[in-house]
C-alpha cells in the first residue's frame, strides 16, 4: 500500500523556519521525482518544489532562496526546510510523488504564518 506521511507543519511567527518531512512507503522512492505543492484557500495549487530522482531541484520564484528541498534514499524521506517565513505562505502543503506512469499524494499539514 502506498503511502505519504507529511509532518511538520503547525503555526509559527514571520521571519520564522519550519522543515516539513513525507515519510515513503510501498514504492521505490529512490525511482520516483519527488515534491512539495500548496494550496491556501480560494487559490489554485501550485508548485512550491521538486527534486528529481538525480537530486536535480527547481523552485517556484516566490520561494527561491528562501526554501530548500532535499530527499534521504536511505530513510524514503523528502523535506522541505522553509526560512524566513511569510504570512503568504500560508497554505496546506502537500507531498507528490511520481515516475512515468503514476502519481501520489499526502494527506496534506498545514503551515500558518502569523503573528
Known amino acids: 500500500q502506498v503511502q505519504l506521511v507529511e509532518s511538520g507543519g503547525g503555526l509559527v511567527h514571520p521571519g520564522g523556519s519550519q522543515r516539513l518531512s513525507c515519510a515513503a512507503s510501498g514504492f521505490t522512492f529512490s525511482s520516483f521525482a519527488m515534491s512539495w505543492y500548496r494550496q491556501a484557500p480560494g487559490k489554485e495549487r501550485e508548485l512550491v518544489a521538486a527534486?528529481?530522482?538525480?537530486?536535480?531541484?527547481n523552485y517556484a520564484d516566490s520561494v527561491k532562496g528562501r526554501f530548500t528541498i532535499s530527499r534521504d534514499n536511505a530513510k524514503n524521506t523528502v523535506y522541505l526546510q522553509m526560512n524566513s517565513l511569510k504570512p503568504e505562505d500560508t497554505a496546506m502543503y502537500y507531498c507528490?510523488?511520481?515516475?512515468?506512469?503514476?502519481?501520489?499524494w499526502g494527506q496534506g499539514t498545514q503551515v500558518t504564518v502569523s503573528s
Open positions: 507528490k510523488a511520481r515516475d512515468r506512469w503514476s502519481a501520489y
Open positions: 527534486i528529481t530522482a538525480g537530486s536535480i531541484t
